[in-house]
């Protein structure tokens, strides 16, 4: 079974995920992840960002100097679209090729973007982790240090609680503590038919 997790900034899939991959047989593939891979030397992401990026974007070994790239997108607002045109799509495709030779019987998928890449078409189930915006905005300035300002950015530059609710099948809510949490995730899981290892 493959399951696609997404949801706000702030609102705890890191969590969610770090306990089904801890307790469950399950292949995680994290879009992050697999997109700063793609961007490495020698891989097809970084190859086709030279054709788009500046030179300064780029380390004398050839990797992706983030923070000049975060540089240009600042100055140049279309930039990270057509960037993120270029890797999404080989994103997908990497997943896609993972999830065939996955020997696991449940593969996890995070993605920001999940609903607007069109996950559905990959996945058997998408997983919404809800958490309150005063929640959310707390955990952003603990553990992150945001300012109110950037937290009201990123929240608004992201699909809406509704949005997000409409294009997904389960609703976890990760508002209160862990154990609360673990509780839901366990019964959605539970009610797919997908078991805990000890069972």
Known sequence: MVIGITGGVGSGKSEVIRYIAKNYNATVLL?????KKLMSVG???????KELLPGECFLEDGNID???MAAVFFKDKGMQ???NSVIFPLVKEYI????????????IIEAALLIEEHYEEICDKLIYVYAERQVRVKRLQESRGYSIERI????ASQLSEEEFRENTDITIDNSGGLEDTIKIIDKE???LGVKRWEQ
Not at 43 to 49: E, I, K, R, S
Request: aromatic content about 0%.
């Open 31 to 35: 879009a992050d992840d697999i997109a």
């Open 43 to 49: 891989q097809a992401g970084n190859t086709a960002l």
């Open 66 to 68: 983030r923070k000049a």
């Open 81 to 83: 679209q057509r960037v």
């Open 96 to 107: 896609k090729e993972s999830i065939k030779t996955a020997t696991a019987p449940l593969i």
């Open 152 to 155: 009201d950015a990123m929240m």
């Open 189 to 191: 899981l539970s009610g």
